[in-house]
T-cell receptor, first 112, second 114 residues
């Protein structure tokens, strides 16, 4: 089975800090995605990548950036964390559309 | 723009009763359709999917969903729920031919009571 690993389950950061969320997948998937999950809003796409060094904005990219230097790793960066970025962050990967996604366990980020 | 609407944010139901979780989508192109489930304090798991062919798809734990193209719906049903089905359920679509982006609905929280 494909495994998607997010490096931290829980994080607490201070306002203004630069935050890195790491995601690694082990099945050579081209496509990787970052979502945030908030109650009543479902999952909203922040950024995605369909190849190494390639990235595309999702629906809510403001305040975030990403890095994909290697195929297996996709990092989400909060340049200057703010309290409204407190959320659950989910990483996913997929081979192609018909296969659906495999999700990581999520990182619950609290910005204080 | 494409969107996914889950018509009920919460669905309370008694154990062994039938349940339907409703999902509608808007898209002018072909789609792939998915239902994901998230149990408390866990990540998302794929429940079932529709890609093509038979419009009725089933999961291994008794759920089924029917793709209705004319009504642009993909409702999830189970004839008899268990306490263990308590979870949040997300409907999602991927537009065929695109960047493989998965677009989610807001989720439906299913609460099964004894």
């Amino acid at each position: 089975d494909v495994k998607v690993t997010q490096s931290s389950r829980y994080l607490v950061k201070r306002t203004g800090e630069k935050v890195f969320l790491e995601c690694v997948q082990d099945m050579d998937h081209e496509n990787m995605f970052w979502y945030r999950q908030d109650p009543g809003l479902g999952l909203r796409l922040i950024y995605f990548s369909y190849d190494v060094k390639m990235k595309e904005k999702g629906d809510i990219p403001e305040g975030y950036s990403v890095s994909r230097e290697k195929k297996e790793r996709f990092s989400l960066i909060l340049e200057s964390a703010s309290t409204n970025q407190t959320s659950m962050y989910l990483c996913a990967s997929s081979l192609r559309a018909g296969k659906g996604y495999t999700f990581g366990s999520g990182t619950r980020l609290t910005v204080v | 723009a494409q969107s996914v609407t889950q018509l009920d944010s919460q669905v309370p139901v008694f154990e062994e009763a039938p349940v339907e979780l409703r999902c509608n989508y808007s898209s002018s192109v072909s789609v792939y359709l998915f239902w994901y489930v998230q149990y408390p304090n866990q990540g998302l798991q794929l429940l079932l999917k529709y890609l093509s062919g038979s419009t009725l798809v089933e999961s291994i734990n008794g759920f089924e969903a029917e793709f209705n193209k004319s009504q642009t719906s993909f409702h999830l049903r189970k004839p008899s729920v268990h306490i263990s089905d308590t979870a949040e359920y997300f409907c999602a679509v991927i537009l065929s031919g695109g960047y493989n982006k998965l677009i989610f609905g807001a989720g439906t929280r299913l609460a099964v009571h004894p």
